[in-house]
């Protein structure tokens, strides 16, 4: 489902992981010694939740039509993994075989359990799979796999169920707060994160919009992005004056969220699109080959960056391998992404459906 508002808040969110890893790179791998990593990290953290949260939006309004093919539970399921398997797996082994040429090939057990979403302990202490971007996918296929069960049941009731029972996950893991280890202490404590929540936000408000029909704002696209960018720079303003403004991210998410989410555009501007809004809406439909390919980009970027000893310029690396990342990932989304899923849409057709409740 493609809605404009929401494709730009895929491409922010996308583009704020890029910025986190590479504030994280020029600082690593080029000495910089001004990157502060705590507001890098914060950056990340936003575009993760505001990922989670157009997820479990767009989940919602996608199968309200419960007579749909892709509304089906296990058409629902297979759909999502042909979306985000191919791309990840592929990531996946071409790291896999760079860490071989490396000399540190990750061992089977590892790649099993990171192709398969089974999140482990890894031998630098995180739970991160061999390519460690996939460690929100992990959270990404689970939620697919609670989804496809909720599409059993009405509407309503599965959405409700889901709500549920997620929360009771994340207040259970904080209930049971679960010592530092390893084992099943901290595999509780991976599936239980409180950033589930951001799944749960953006399923109450998908199904808010569609409680309210036609009785929502009617905005200008213009009018979105600029509400909810406003959120987004506010908090970006916010944690540059004080640390504790990272607490606020999920906030900040749901501003924007509420603002793309729960309102609808206005006839006056649904059929202006520039090129400025096309070239956003493209970027926002490649975020996921934006986010799977950028550290095939930072990485070499950095070491060299680091081999020329520009210390500085940390302002130039950023918008260097921002430029480079984004035209690999329109690359990738136009002539592998893309071709990729539907060649696999049309070969194997998804399985038999399970009888789902309608409404």
């Known amino acids: 489902m493609k809605i404009d508002s929401l494709q730009l808040l895929r491409a922010v969110a996308a583009l704020l992981v890029v910025l986190n890893h590479a504030l994280f790179t020029i600082k690593r791998k080029a000495g910089v010694d001004t990157v502060d990593m705590a507001q890098a990290a914060a950056l990340g953290k936003l575009g993760v939740e505001l990922f989670f949260m157009i997820s479990g939006y767009i989940m919602v309004i996608s199968t309200r039509d419960r007579s749909a093919p892709g509304a089906q539970p296990l058409a629902f399921f297979w759909r999502r993994c042909i ?35 089974i999140p482990y302990e890894n031998a630098k202490g995180y739970w991160h799979p061999v390519y460690g971007l996939g460690w929100t996918l992990n959270y990404e296929m689970l939620f697919y796999a609670l989804f496809a069960l909720a599409l059993t049941q009405k509407l309503a009731r599965g959405v409700a169920g889901l709500l549920l029972l997620m929360g009771a996950a994340v207040g259970a893991g904080l209930w049971l707060n679960p010592a530092p280890g390893s084992g099943h202490e901290q595999l509780l404590a991976f599936w239980c994160a409180p950033i589930l929540l951001c799944f749960c936000a953006g399923m109450a408000l998908g199904w808010w919009r569609l409680a309210l029909g036609q009785r929502v704002w009617r905005l200008r696209f213009q009018v979105q992005a600029a509400l ?17 403004a990272q607490l606020f991210s999920p906030l900040a998410a749901l501003g924007a969220m509420g603002v793309c989410g729960l309102a609808a555009e206005s006839p006056s501007g649904a059929g202006c699109a520039s090129s400025l809004r096309r070239g956003v809406v493209l970027l926002g439909g490649a975020s996921y080959s934006l986010y799977l390919t950028h550290s095939f980009v930072l990485g070499p970027a950095g070491r060299a960056w680091g081999l020329a000893a520009w210390h500085g310029g940390t302002a130039a690396f950023l918008a260097l391998t921002l430029v ?8 990738v989304y136009r002539w592998l992404e893309q071709p990729l899923q539907a060649f696999l849409l049309r070969r194997l057709p998804a399985p038999a459906a399970l009888p789902a409740q309608p409404g």
């Not at 075989?97 to 790649?111: F, H, I, W």
């Open 83 to 117: 979306r985000v398997v191919p791309l990840y797996w592929l990531a996946t082994l071409i790291y896999a075989l760079k860490l071989a040429v490396s000399g540190e090939p990750p061992s089977l057990a590892a790649m099993f359990k990171s192709l398969l979403f």
């Open 324 to 331: 480079l990342t984004v035209l690999l990932a329109l690359a």
């Open 228 to 244: 909810a960018l406003g959120f987004i720079l506010a908090y970006c303003f916010g944690i540059q004056q004080w640390q504790g």
